[in-house]
């Protein structure tokens, strides 16, 4: 779990960190106008927030639809279980987790 947690987080790390610093720099570094060095900055803040928009706006659409009251009839005793199976895994059989 540590290490998929680690991997995940390197990932994300370089999606957040490592990318925009790589394309700011090249922006910086090209000879562009105002008008476009900030045009391009726009367009590429756009795209790199485009999934969470998507995401929150799903999630937003189904909390107030329907299908928001039928998922979560399901998915909150799913849950539950997952959280009392987890918390006897961690009193009980603690070295199964690791």
């Given at each position: ?13 370089l ?26 900055l ?29 998922y ?27």
């Amino acid at each position: 779990m540590i290490g998929l947690a680690f991997v995940v987080n390197s990932i994300e790390f370089l999606c957040s960190a490592a990318i925009p610093a790589v394309f700011t720099h090249m922006l910086a570094i090209s000879p562009l106008s105002t008008v476009r060095y900030y045009t391009l900055l726009v367009v590429y803040d756009f795209f790199f927030m485009l999934d969470d928009m998507v995401v929150f706006g799903t999630a937003a659409f189904a909390a107030r639809s329907a299908l928001g009251e039928k998922y979560a009839r399901y998915t909150k005793p799913a849950g539950g279980l997952v959280m009392i199976a987890l918390g006897i895994m961690m009193v009980f059989f603690p070295t199964a987790l690791r």
